[in-house]
């Protein structure tokens, strides 16, 4: 701990000199634990001779400079701190901070239509690493490889391609959506790995939904009829059209916000009376 300014300070009232020892604190409340940090700079004397706007200006570049840094350090350090890329350990034994491998996407969440481009936005950092390892994986029931060992696999190497760790896919269907990660590895650097989640979503529009619809039904008897279609996303609302009460031509049709509204082909349903029987 430093002296407090005044008690024990080397300059007498005597003495007419420009600078004085002064000692500031700056707390951290966003860090992991509330710290003050005491900074040493100088005072400058006021009522000393000579003194003029640019020796204020000089004095006072060294302590703004040193807040400054501080200041950023700290911030630096809470955001690392919760995206979890360090330990506290690590940090406190003196890493530079600015060079901390940092992996992220500007994009995290990505919404698409069917057969239109998809790009999965993956942006990294290292400490001193220039060539990294970057890897694609879609997780599902397991995970499986996208980009591996510098290139596409299977299915995705006719429709994908990389640029920087930035992924895009080209005319992606519903199998696409998923979950996809983006992981970086730096064996030079202090912190060696990092990675980015992206979630895909592929729109669907509507399609031909299959409609079921009895022959026919007796008069007073329940009467169900189905509806489905399993492919569009968002899920399908219904509408039943009937063009007679009860009895006559049934025809479902199906929509949702992405694309035009599809109908199955209408289906004759006859009511039979009981009496006739």
Avoid at 50 to 66: D, R, Y
Avoid at 161 to 182: I, N
Wanted: some cysteine; charged content about 20%.
């Amino acid at each position: 701990m430093f002296p407090c300014c005044g008690r024990g300070s080397p300059w007498t009232s005597g003495q007419q000199q420009l600078l004085r020892p002064v000692h500031a604190a700056l707390s951290c409340p966003g860090c992991s634990r509330n710290k003050t940090i005491f900074i040493e700079a100088q005072r400058t004397d006021l009522n000393s001779p000579g003194l003029n706007m640019n020796t204020m200006k000089v004095l006072a570049l060294p302590l703004l400079i040193t807040l400054m840094h501080i200041v950023l350090v700290h911030v630096r350090r809470r955001n690392v701190m919760r995206s979890g890329t360090a330990s506290e350990a690590e940090i406190v034994q003196g890493v530079v901070l600015f060079g901390l491998l940092t992996v992220s996407s500007s994009k995290p969440k990505v919404e698409v239509h069917e057969h239109t481009d998809a790009v999965l936005a993956c942006e990294f950092r290292t400490e001193k690493d220039q060539n990294p390892r970057i890897e694609w994986k879609k997780k599902g029931m397991g995970v499986t490889f996208v980009y591996f060992n510098h290139k596409f696999t299977g299915q995705y190497a006719s429709r994908a391609k990389m640029e920087g760790a930035t992924l895009t896919f080209h005319s992606v269907s519903q199998k696409d959506s998923g979950e996809y990660r983006c992981e970086v590895t730096a064996s030079e650097d202090h912190v060696s790995l990092g990675e980015a989640t992206v979630t895909l979503n592929v729109l669907v529009p509507p399609h031909v939904p299959s409609c079921e619809v009895p022959s026919s039904v007796f008069v007073g008897s329940g009467l169900e009829l189905q509806c489905k279609d399993k492919l569009s996303v968002p899920p399908a609302t219904y509408r039943w059209s009937v063009t007679k009460i009860d009895a006559g031509m049934y025809r479902c049709e199906s929509s949702n916000s992405v694309g035009a509204p599809k109908s199955c082909v209408a289906r004759q349903l006859k009511v039979i009376d009981c009496k006739r029987f």
